[in-house]
């Protein structure tokens, strides 16, 4: 098999998760068009299992609420950022109550429009496991039968320049991928 | 709120989950682009926790190994595809051998990266969680610390009037949204 890097979609290709973010404030109706992107993916029985509760820094209380579930090592660069989205996924099948094995799947299908759409908008999008998912429940008033996803950092690009050494080395050292030779296999599994 | 269907990104407007698909055999280049699409997709620690076993209809036993794992309301279909994907995920963590919590959200948005490849190229996917998963753990040799996913149909359009009247009618029942208040709230939970 052949490794086919730069002939992808170009928004696919461009997307990546920086660090450095400018303040500027995101336009509403771009807000708007990253949710109705999300909206349109794919589910499991059409269960769209996604929920988004998003502030941005005009929200004043309501951002900081966001802001203060970051872990430490996120908080110092996303408290930058003009828009934080949290998103939920439903783990119960609301036909049948069951779990559902597709909820963070489809979820993140859900998330995978978004960052498309938020590429072709100049945005960029930086998503984060490290916050606390019990405070995040607690003031953002998640019921218990959906579970918090990612806090998801969104805006335009910053100058890397500006951030701490550290963190630009963090930004540059994510670009690194698995060859497809250990991710695809023909017929059957690792015998490519 | 308002909603903004028609505004975002064509290739995530175009696509949907036909039932009715073409046999004209996929192009090797463009089943490469595929997997190269869902590489590029972010993941929590880049963890990267995606794989993909794959079988064209030209594989023959291996090809229809796949398709005997498929539910009846499903075979009636996808026997007609050219090209069979399954998308598995690492359940576990490869750098501390926790449980990932991010590893079906994670493969969800690599599967995201490959429906807009598909989409771009001229090819629809339909993806199907009815299938046997333990006979295509047993069948196609996936290990333990890997789960299988969903069953991953893609070709290119066939003609839907070709269908039976009951498939024509599913494939035409599945492009329905909930409302966008209903998924994004403002702030908190529930009070847009």
């Given at each position: 098999m052949k490794d086919n890097t730069g002939k992808i979609n170009d928004l696919i290709k461009k997307r990546f998760s920086p660090l450095a973010f400018d303040k500027r404030a995101i336009e509403e109706y771009k807000i708007m068009r990253l949710f109705e992107a999300a909206r349109w993916a794919p589910s499991s029985r059409n269960e769209q299992p996604w929920r988004f509760i998003f502030a941005t820094r005009d929200d004043g209380p309501a951002f900081e609420n966001m802001i203060s579930t970051l872990a430490e090592g996120n908080r110092i660069w996303a408290?930058?950022?003009p828009l934080l989205i949290l998103s939920i996924a439903s783990?119960?099948?609301?036909?049948?109550?069951k779990p559902n094995y597709y909820a963070m799947h489809d979820t993140g299908m859900a998330v995978g429009n978004l960052l498309v759409q938020a590429t072709e908008m100049g945005l960029y999008v930086h998503q984060m496991g490290g916050y606390d998912k019990k405070m995040a429940r607690q003031k953002l008033g998640i019921p218990e039968q959906y579970e918090p996803v990612a806090m998801i950092a969104v805006g335009y690009r910053g100058n890397?320049?500006?951030?701490?050494d550290d963190l630009q080395k963090r930004e540059q050292a994510r670009r690194t991928r698995l060859p497809v030779e250990e991710i695809v296999f023909r017929r059957v599994w690792k015998t490519t």
């Open positions: 408290q930058n950022v783990f119960y099948s609301s036909f049948s109550g890397p320049d500006d951030l701490p």
